[in-house]
């Protein structure tokens, strides 16, 4: 499902990633560790498509975004990887199920099919009865699992989560966590976690560990 191959990345004089190569499959959950600035979150970045490596090869779904041009790039990357970060970063105005709905809105389908989609996702993750809320009033834990369904609207071909847990209490962590596998063993989801939590990071199908811009 990715496959990245001798991935070279500097900023500047600094060579962040020396050379990474790495193969995920359709349905693995993988879990990618390292110390601060090993290159966890730029190699999560260029598996992303948000950011293009100075070197080396990326294939997502046997495709190469990076020959794609700036917006078929756009549209691979909303249609086929969904993103979790640390901080949520839905939109305060918008009710859970339009933050949910917003990256199907913006690959143009239909908006019934979309909302369904939604309030099906929703409901996958408990949310049935919150689904008119806005962020303000949602837990830490309720919003970051708003965002896992909103990454999912477009059913992504990878889930790539950098740090999701790492603002949430051990219960909501816990959830959270859980809520990977159970991706995976229901939908068949392919899911790629970039953390410090080293209980998550055991969980995984398999774990990476990272140092100095290489996979040791």
């Not at 979790?84 to 939109?91: A, E, G, K, P, S």
């Not at 919003?143 to 999701?164: C, H, M, S, T, Y």
């Not at 991706?183 to 953390?195: E, H």
Request: aromatic share 4%; proline share 3%.
């Amino acid at each position: 499902m990715i496959r990245v191959t001798d991935i070279h990345k500097s900023f500047g004089t600094l060579e962040v990633l020396k050379g990474v190569s790495l193969e995920v499959s359709k349905g693995e959950v993988v879990s990618i560790v390292g110390a601060s600035g090993a290159g966890k979150t730029t190699l999560l970045q260029i598996m992303g498509t948000l950011s293009r490596p100075d070197a080396g090869r990326v294939k997502i779904a046997g495709e190469d975004p990076f020959a794609l041009g700036d917006k078929a790039l756009s549209r691979f990357r909303n249609e086929k990887i969904g993103f979790v970060f640390q901080f949520h970063h839905l939109l305060a105005e918008f009710t859970a199920l339009e933050n949910v709905c917003i990256p199907g809105l913006i690959g143009r389908r239909p908006r019934a099919e979309v909302e369904r989609r939604a309030v099906e996702l929703l409901d996958m993750m408990g949310l049935a009865a919150r689904r008119d809320h806005k962020p303000g009033q949602l837990s830490g834990g309720e919003q970051q699992r708003v965002a896992i369904a909103r990454a999912l609207i477009n059913r992504p071909a990878v889930l790539l989560a950098d740090e999701p847990s790492g603002n949430l209490d051990s219960h909501n962590r816990d959830e959270i966590h859980r809520l990977f596998f159970e991706l995976r063993d229901r939908l068949g989801q392919t899911v790629v976690i970039v953390t410090h939590d080293e209980h998550l990071a055991e969980m995984a199908d398999r774990k990476i560990t990272m140092c100095d811009g290489t996979i040791r």
